[in-house]
């Protein structure tokens, strides 16, 4: 059965310590720390400091996986830049690199999941087609987390190069590796899968490594709270669960640290109702 988690990007306004504590406090199992200045600064953090924070996760019973998703993590005037497909080579090394350092942090606090994705395409003058470097970018990536014990969780995102399942698939296609495994974010599904977002989830669903769960409506992408847009969360986590996945469901409301307590426990219990409803020997 998958557990129930929050992304620290949904918790812009506390602390990691303070995120943890209210996560730990809600009931929550799981947490996703969005790697940054507010949270977790991959340029910043001592050895010592992740020693702590893996103690201090295991302390308070949530299992803990990194998200690489930062808007400005890299350049501070430029949104999710660089990127994988951006055209220049050093401008994607700069991506490879940092989600490296992402890795060594996951293998250090205990994480078993990189959560990342390709970002949006720059140009299409490029020589290089866009997959093929956006692979050449990714393989070592892929190696090192094979090397430290870490899956990769590959986030389509709509209006990035890699956006839908369909992408998705054409990616696993040209590379099989077996660090590569698939995050899905619910709520896109209402974006780029909208016709049938559980059919298009059960296509995939034996490839899934990590999930991110948010509403939507209307087809816009904007990470509506539970339950306030349109998406048949009993169907999708069905899903899910019929799919023996058994790893995170992590709530990503980047957009509401202003009413993050609130949005906690709302969202707790949404997944716990939903969970319930998919135990073995429920009546409902």
């Keep these: 059965m998958w557990i129930p988690g929050y992304i620290t990007n949904g918790l812009g306004d506390h602390t990691l310590e303070q995120a943890i504590l209210l996560l730990e406090e809600s009931g929550y199992s799981a947490i996703g720390i969005t790697l940054g200045p507010t949270h977790l600064d991959p340029e910043q953090v001592k050895s010592s400091e992740l020693e702590s924070l893996q103690q201090h996760l295991k302390d308070s019973g949530l299992k803990p996986s990194i998200e690489t998703g930062g808007r400005y993590l890299l350049d501070h005037k430029r949104k999710h830049w660089p990127s994988l497909v951006s055209p220049e080579e050093k401008h994607r090394q700069i991506r490879q690199q940092s989600y490296i350092k992402a ?12 959560s990342l994705w390709s970002g949006r395409l720059e140009s299409v003058s490029d020589s290089i087609p866009t997959l093929e470097r956006m692979i050449s970018a990714l393989e070592p990536v892929l190696q090192h987390a094979l090397e430290k014990g870490v899956m990769i969780g590959f986030e389509p995102e ?5 956006e839908s399942l369909s992408d998705w698939i054409r ?9 590569l495994g698939l995050t899905v974010d619910l709520g896109h599904l209402g974006v780029t899968e909208a016709s049938d977002p559980s059919g298009a989830l059960e296509s995939v669903v034996s490839e899934i490594t990590h999930v991110h769960i ?3 409506k209307g087809g816009v992408h904007e ?3 539970l339950g306030e847009g ?3 969360f009993s169907s999708l986590l069905g899903v899910l669960t019929r799919g023996d996945y058994s790893g995170q469901v992590l709530v990503e409301l980047s957009r509401d640290s202003h009413r993050a307590p609130e949005l906690v426990q709302s969202s707790i219990r949404f997944l716990e109702g939903a969970r319930s409803k998919e135990s073995p020997g429920s009546t409902s």
């Excluded at 709509?158 to 890699?162: D, H």
């Design 103 to 114: 890795i060594d942090i996951a293998a250090a606090i205990g994480a078993e999941v990189v």
């Design 158 to 162: 709509p209006g990035m190069f890699i």
């Design 171 to 179: 990616l696993k296609a040209q590379l099989p590796h077996p660090a």
């Design 214 to 216: 948010d509403d939507c």
């Design 223 to 225: 990470h509506l709270p």
């Design 230 to 232: 349109e998406l048949d």
